[in-house]
């Protein structure tokens, strides 16, 4: 009993408590737009298996947090502290999939101008976009490492 108790003080010190299922459900969304952005670095980088397997997990965790929202199982402090503001615009649609299709839509877009469009998160005049292939894929890369896309689940 003095080891579970101290086990879960530790825990609350360290910020590792348990989430609430709200805010768990919340979580989702972050996971999905994490997943969609770090397949585009994938893919950008030349791994499609990589690609492949982000993108299932963006699609799964982007169904189950598009049904908690529509079942009223995320509140509203949990939807700001959690959700990425790229989801939030884009939670209107006739069905789960056009909604998912929206988020991955724009999470794509971002990820993709993050690596051709702008330095250091400024958008590039025209003329400076990266254009070549391989300065693309290794910005891609640093992308995806920085990102720790390889430990999304």
Same mark, same amino acid.
């Given at each position: 009993m003095h080891k579970a108790v101290l086990t879960f003080a530790?825990?609350?010190?360290?910020g590792l408590a348990p989430l609430t299922t709200a805010a768990q459900n919340a979580r989702d969304g972050r996971v999905m737009w994490s997943a969609f952005q770090c397949a585009t670095?994938?893919?950008m980088s030349g791994s499609n298996q990589e690609q492949d397997r982000l993108f299932g997990i963006g699609m799964k965790t982007g169904r189950r947090f598009v049904e908690a929202l529509q079942n009223n199982q995320i509140s509203p402090?949990?939807?700001?502290?959690e959700v990425p503001i790229g989801v939030t615009m884009l939670l209107a649609g006739p069905s789960v999939d056009f909604i998912i299709g929206r988020i991955f839509e724009n999470a794509t877009r971002d990820a993709f101008d993050s690596i051709v469009k702008q330095k250091n998160g400024v958008l590039m005049p025209v003329d %400076?976009?990266?254009? %070549?292939?391989?300065?693309?894929?290794l910005i891609a890369q640093r992308k995806y490492l920085q990102g720790n896309c390889g430990l999304i689940q």
């Open positions: 530790t825990a609350l010190l360290f670095f994938a893919e402090e949990a939807m700001r502290s %400076d976009w990266v254009q %070549d292939q391989e300065v693309r894929k």
